[in-house]
């Protein structure tokens, strides 16, 4: 079973726009949950996390993203994307085993100018 | 500080060929992990250690993959033979060990983009 579906292949947003990318997981117990994003020819990058507490959380570039339990969501926002925000997001989930996440498929970012 | 090195950033192979990838972790990373990330998916774990012992490698193909990482600092991946469903980019990620929580953050490397022709 997938433990995590990011249901947006690609978006395509304009610079200066709002962004949200989605994010849904199963699992059996309070997860742990994670953005990273991956530029061409990069690693990837964490951008934020989630373990507990405030349900939103804030990360590097302008990032947050909101847990929602009752909707098994981590959704990621930006409110004014900027053209060096084109990547690949890649959304996860853990713990399994030690220190092991689950990773989705990633949404590609396209910016127009 | 200086992050996750691989190497080489390329390398294509013709079937059933054999290849090596290199990983230098940050220092003082005990735990270092290997993940395969085919295109249009995320990356998937293959092995992970904790210094020089394997903890994870249930998603490793044992048959053709090995890993290893004999003085616990820098990790070789290989593949023997290769198929054609190997190419991906192989991603080597490393963290401090903590406890094994899942809170440690995993710091990933720029990869090696495998090509099996």
């Known amino acids: 079973a997938q433990s995590v579906t990011q249901p947006d292949i690609h978006i395509t947003v304009s610079e200066g726009a709002s962004l949200e990318l989605r994010c849904n997981y199963s699992y059996g117990a309070t997860p742990y949950l994670f953005w990273y994003v991956q530029s061409p020819g990069q690693g990837l990058q964490l951008l934020l996390k989630y373990f507990s507490g405030d349900t939103l959380v804030q990360g590097i570039k302008g990032f947050e993203a909101e847990f929602k339990r009752s909707q098994s969501s981590f959704n990621l926002r930006k409110p004014s994307v900027h053209w060096s925000d084109a990547a690949e997001y890649f959304c996860a989930v853990g713990p399994y085993n030690n220190n092991d996440m689950r990773f989705g498929a990633g949404t590609r970012l396209t910016v127009k100018p | 500080e200086a992050g996750v090195a691989q190497s080489p950033r390329y390398k294509i192979i013709e079937k059933r060929q054999s290849v090596a990838f290199w990983c230098n972790p940050i220092?003082?990373?005990?735990?270092l992990y290997w993940y395969q990330q085919i295109l249009g998916q995320g990356p998937k774990l293959l092995i992970q250690?904790?210094?020089?012992?394997?903890?994870?490698d249930s998603q490793l193909p044992k048959d053709r993959f090995s890993a290893e990482r004999l003085k616990g600092v820098d990790s070789t991946l290989k593949i023997q033979p290769a198929k054609l469903e190997d190419s991906a980019v192989y991603l080597c990620a490393s963290s401090l060990p903590g406890t094994g929580s899942g809170r440690e953050t995993q710091y990933f490397g720029p990869g090696t983009r495998l090509l099996v022709l």
């Open positions: 220092s003082g990373h005990a735990t």
């Open positions: 250690f904790q210094n020089n012992g394997v903890v994870d």
